[in-house]
């Protein structure tokens, strides 16, 4: 493992760094670093982005299309918990070790995303603290939202009040 | 703020004769169509031989089951004399129950209609958002039918659907071959998933970023369950619409309908005469109010 | 035959206490149903009277939070006290109502159509119902004693009852028929405060009564009758006659030469500048003798404030939610209907009824009442009635009378929470 930090982004590279809504708040340089660990990807409705148990080497972000967030419940099938759109991402577990996905995701429509390397990513965060900062409070603020989402859907708003 | 927040004594004439408020007229079911475990649609005409109901969109009616009771329902048929009266009902007490029991044939009484409905002039000339959330769809559907008349007087239209499960969503083919036309976004979002369902799962609020709308000319109409209104309208503010542009329809106690019993107070409104449709710019204080 | 005096509203005489009973003999004859204040159950409550013995002679009422008792007085004083547990409303809003009667009725066989066809426009007759509304009632009252505060809380209902959007019939025909024989307040109680509402201890002059007394115990104990209305002055002429035969004739100002003279008995007489000077006094006296007082002032503005004012945690430890404040209020309207239906399903009545906001069935909906807690209802209650009554229905909804202190089982008295409030308004609340 080399212990020299990567280079700093060249100023055509932050230039042409591509829009990611999520981090559209994110320091321009910190974004270029992202999109240097980054591939575009397509895929085609029913394609799987990753299943649960899965390494967890990837963080997408989506550009275009619709993906679900299931989960494979046995005798009932596989259901989906969210299903997630253009500027939101899929998956942080490559943020923690093990390092292992605990949901499976597929796209449901033709899906465009930006697909970031893992490992890429967490040698630049390790090497530059801003960088780690400005992400992980980008991601957090995505998390947040989603947390709240969910509580709501626990409330369970819609039920039949006159059931139990 | 005096009594001038009342509609004035013209308005009033125009959305529905005051006759008929106290007590009820004799309908009929025409038709009846179930759309989900618990709620059904009814289509009800005139069985006393007098004209039709001519609802607003947004206003209500107190239907009345013989020797049980009544309730306050949203109108969901348009505002042309030619239509029946329509309610989609949810079976959630004794009253209602006994209304969602009811035949073709059978007789229901009506009063009505009351209130102030959606201001739909609003929408002309601007991007139109419709959210609903489980049986608020059904306040929300004659909207639907004014708009696509006058679909080039208004910009983009997007009709965002909330519901508990997929088994819940409300006119399922109405909004199938809504969101097939070019020109509606209509979208449905479940809170929870069976297996099988292939589309959106999640709360309403999250369909939002995908919705085409310019904040400064848009006007958001929203009825759900308060909580579920609550969150969209800030969402909405928080997006850029301006609160007074953002109409929900509430909900209190009607009873009378006409003001007088007190029941339907939210501070200082009674919702049977100043809503239920109300904007988000009076109600927001109010609605942070717990237990108001 | 008995002149009657052409359009003169400011009609008056002076009669001695028997007046009281020529008029109401007079009222009953005119075949108005008499209800006045009596004492019963050890207070002075509303009730049908028959004539003027009924009337609580000699008595007074000592009121307090919590507290009303009656005590005995040195005179003869008709109305030589203040409010008791009972309002006007009792009348003209009956505490139960029935509204209509419904009949299930089961029309002819159709014809054949009643296959529960979803698309089918036209429909066999089934059954059915009808509704029989109850006819509005024939009876018409005459009330002896309003109080100003009263007329006042009439007004409030009136605006909404009949002249609102929807008048509502039952009130409207009781309204019309209705006779008000107004009294000048001389004997204000301990929880009064008209004053501080603006709604008293004098009648006004265009608070539609018919007739108005003024009680002078100063040297020889009379009334001061004076005419509203036509009806009145028409009541008020005869009172004059049937008092008695003989004496010197009643003209009403203006009238002059050419007014018949209509005669007088030896107890009705014309007014003095003294006895006007004497009834002013009386009621200018009860206006410095106010119970309690308020500063009403930017009430509605203040309480929308303070939604969350630590005082109605503190209100809520002593609130018992049992209503009294709202039976008691002249003004509270709240109401509700049900239906009662008869065990075989073939009728069903259905019933109007006193309603209060403390009950938790007011505010239901969706499986649990909206104003869960004590708290949210003493909130709703003081805050509408001082508060967002304006907002509804352009006024303040109180009317000083200083029921709801004296009937608190445990004594909240509004003037002192209100106090309290202003005293001390929390920052930072929402003002809507």
């Given amino acids: 493992m080399t212990t020299s930090s990567p280079p700093p982004p060249t100023a055509s590279e932050t230039a042409s760094a591509p829009d990611i809504p999520t981090f559209a708040g994110m320091q321009p340089e910190h974004r270029a670093i992202i999109a240097g660990c980054a591939r575009e990807v397509t895929l085609k409705p029913g394609e799987v982005l990753f299943r649960e148990g899965d390494v967890a080497d990837t963080l997408y972000l989506i550009r275009a299309g619709t993906v679900a967030i299931e989960m494979f419940v046995p005798t009932r099938g596989t259901i989906t918990i969210e299903t997630v759109g253009a500027g939101d991402v899929v998956g942080w577990s490559w943020l923690f070790p093990p390092y292992r996905l605990r949901f499976d995701a597929r796209a449901l429509s033709a899906v465009t995303a930006g697909a970031v390397e893992a490992s890429c990513l967490r040698a630049r965060m390790a090497a530059d603290p801003e960088l780690g900062y400005d992400l992980l409070f980008h991601l957090a603020k995505v998390l947040a939202e989603r947390l709240s989402a969910t509580r709501m859907r626990l409330l369970d708003v819609y039920r039949n009040p006159a059931q139990p | 703020m005096s009594t001038g927040t009342r509609p004035s004594p013209e308005v009033a004439a125009t959305v529905g004769p005051a006759a008929g408020a106290l007590t009820p007229r004799l309908f009929r079911v025409a038709g009846r169509a179930q759309q ?134 409300l006119y399922r083919a109405e909004l199938a071959h809504l969101a097939a036309r070019p020109d509606i976004q209509a979208v449905v979002t479940v809170d929870a998933a069976d297996p099988g369902w292939d589309g959106r799962v999640g709360v309403v609020t999250a369909l ?56 339907c107070q939210l501070g200082p409104l009674l919702l049977c005469l100043d809503g239920p449709v109300c904007d988000y710019d009076r109600l927001g204080p109010l609605l942070r109010i717990r237990e108001l | 035959m008995t002149a009657v005096p052409s359009g003169p509203i400011d009609a008056a005489c002076v009669v001695p ?109 089934r059954d059915g119902f009808t509704i029989e509304e109850e006819p509005p009632p024939t009876t018409r009252l005459a009330l002896i004693g309003a109080r100003s505060c009263e007329l006042r809380a009439i007004a409030m209902q009136d605006r909404i009852l009949v002249d609102g959007r929807y008048p509502d019939p039952d009130y409207t025909v009781r309204r019309d028929g209705l006779f008000i024989v107004a009294v000048n307040c001389h004997e204000p109680g301990g929880t009064c405060f008209c004053v501080s509402m603006d709604a008293g201890p004098a009648v006004r002059r265009d608070s539609g009564y018919d007739l108005l007394l003024s009680e002078i115990l100063d040297g020889e104990h009379r009334f001061l009758v004076e005419a509203g209305t036509a009806r009145g002055a028409e009541l008020l002429a005869e009172l004059s006659v049937l008092a008695g035969t003989g004496g010197a004739g009643i003209t009403a100002p203006g009238m002059g030469a050419e007014a018949e003279d209509v005669g007088t008995g030896p107890a009705a007489r014309p007014v003095t500048p003294a006895d006007r000077a004497a009834a002013q006094a009386a009621v200018e006296r009860a206006a410095a003798r106010m119970g309690r007082a308020v500063d009403a002032d930017g009430l509605r503005d203040l309480l929308a404030a303070n939604l969350e004012h630590p005082r109605w945690d503190d209100v809520a430890d002593r609130c018992l939610t049992c209503g009294n404040c709202t039976m008691v209020c002249p003004t509270c309207f709240c109401l509700t209907v049900e239906d ?37 209802r003493y909130r709703q209650w003081l805050t509408h009635k001082f508060g967002t009554w304006h907002d ?19 004594g909240i008295d509004v003037t002192e929470e209100l106090a309290a409030i202003r005293m001390n308004p929390a920052p930072g609340d929402p003002v809507p």
Avoid at chain 2, 63 to 79: H, I, Q, R, T, W
Avoid at chain 2, 214 to 223: H, K, L, M
Avoid at chain 3, 392 to 410: A, D, E, L, M, N
């Fill in chain 3, 340 to 376: 009662v239906g008869d065990l075989a399903g073939g009728e069903a009545e259905r019933w109007r009824s006193w309603e209060s906001c403390f009950s938790l069935d007011h505010s239901y909906l969706h499986g649990g009442a909206v104003r869960g807690s004590g708290r949210s």
């Fill in chain 2, 36 to 169: 989900t475990h618990d709620t059904w649609t009814l289509r009800l005409v005139p069985g006393d031989g007098g004209a039709p109901l001519v609802a607003a969109p947004g206003q209500f009616t107190m239907l009345y089951a013989f020797g049980v009771g009544e309730v306050p329902l949203s109108v969901s048929s348009g505002s042309s004399g030619a239509t029946p009266l329509v309610h989609t009902v949810r079976a959630v007490g004794a009253v209602t129950e006994a209304i969602c029991a009811a035949k073709p044939g059978d007789a229901l009484g009506v009063r009505g209609p009351f209130g102030r409905g959606w201001p739909l002039d609003e929408t002309l000339g601007r991007d139109v958002l419709l959210i609903a959330g489980g049986l608020g769809l059904a306040p929300l559907w004659p909207v639907i039918q004014w708009i696509l008349r006058r679909r080039d007087d208004i910009g983009h239209v997007s009709v965002l659907v909330g519901s508990r499960t997929p088994a819940d969503v």
């Fill in chain 3, 17 to 125: 206490p028997a007046g009281l009973g020529v008029l109401i003999d007079a009222l009953r004859k005119r075949g108005y149903k008499v209800v006045g204040p009596t004492v019963r159950d050890r207070a002075i409550v509303y009730d049908e009277i028959t004539d003027a013995g009924q009337l609580p002679v000699g008595w007074t009422d000592v009121q307090e939070a919590a507290g009303y008792r009656l005590e005995r007085r040195d005179d003869e004083a008709r109305f030589g006290y203040a409010v008791g547990p009972h309002s006007w409303k009792q009348f003209l809003l009956p505490p139960r109502l029935r509204l209509a009667r419904i009949q299930r009725t089961v029309d002819g066989g159709g014809n054949g159509a009643g296959g529960g066809d979803d698309s089918a426009e036209s429909v066999a007759d």
């Fill in chain 3, 392 to 410: 509804q229905f352009g006024s303040s909804g109180c009317v000083g009378c200083g029921r709801c202190i004296t009937w608190c089982p445990v």
């Fill in chain 2, 208 to 263: 939002l970023p995908q919705a085409r709308f310019d904040p400064a000319r848009t006007v958001a109409f929203s009825c759900g369950p308060e909580i579920m209104m609550r969150l969209t309208a800030q969402a909405l503010v928080d997006a850029g619409v301006p609160a007074h542009r953002v109409h929900l329809s509430m909900e209190r106690n009607m009873h009378c309908g006409v003001g007088h019993c007190g029941r």
